[in-house]
C-alpha cells in the first residue's frame, strides 16, 4: 500500500515560515523523484517544485524560486519543503506525489497524499 501523508501546514503571518513533510509508506522514497503541488480555492493546481533522483536536481516555479527549498531524507522516508517568506498568495492546500520518471526531474504524479493546509494571513 503506498501511501503519502503531508504534514506541517497551518498558519502563518506573512514574511513567515513553515517546513512541510512529505512522509512516505509502502515504499521507499530513495529511487523516485518528489513533487510538492498546491492548489488555492477557485484555482487550479500547479506544480510548485520538484527535487530528482541521484543527481541532486531540483525544480522551482518562478513564483517560489528563492523562498521555497526542496530536500530529501532518505534514511527517514521523507522529503520536505521548506518555505520561507510566505506571503498570502501562498495560501493553499499542499500535496507531495511521485511516480513514474516524468522524463525530466519532476515525476508523473501516480501517486498523491491527502494535502495540508498552509493559510498566510495576518
Known amino acids: 500500500q503506498v501511501q503519502l501523508v503531508e504534514s506541517g501546514g497551518g498558519l502563518v503571518q506573512p514574511g513567515g515560515s513553515l517546513r512541510l513533510s512529505c512522509a512516505a509508506s509502502?515504499?521507499?522514497?530513495?529511487?523516485?523523484?518528489i513533487a510538492w503541488f498546491r492548489q488555492a480555492p477557485g484555482k487550479e493546481r500547479e506544480g510548485i517544485s520538484c527535487?530528482?533522483?541521484?543527481?541532486?536536481?531540483?525544480y522551482y516555479l518562478d513564483s517560489v524560486k528563492g523562498r521555497f527549498t526542496i530536500s530529501r531524507d532518505n534514511a527517514k522516508n521523507t522529503v520536505y519543503l521548506q518555505m520561507n517568506s510566505l506571503k498570502p498568495e501562498d495560501t493553499a492546500v499542499y500535496y507531495c506525489?511521485?511516480?513514474?520518471?516524468?522524463?525530466?526531474?519532476?515525476?508523473?504524479?501516480?501517486?498523491w497524499g491527502q494535502g495540508t493546509q498552509v493559510t498566510v494571513s495576518s
Open positions: 509502502g515504499f521507499t522514497l530513495d529511487y523516485y523523484a
Open positions: 506525489a511521485t511516480g513514474r520518471s516524468g522524463g525530466q526531474v519532476c515525476p508523473l504524479a501516480d501517486y
Open positions: 527535487i530528482g533522483i541521484s543527481d541532486g536536481s531540483t
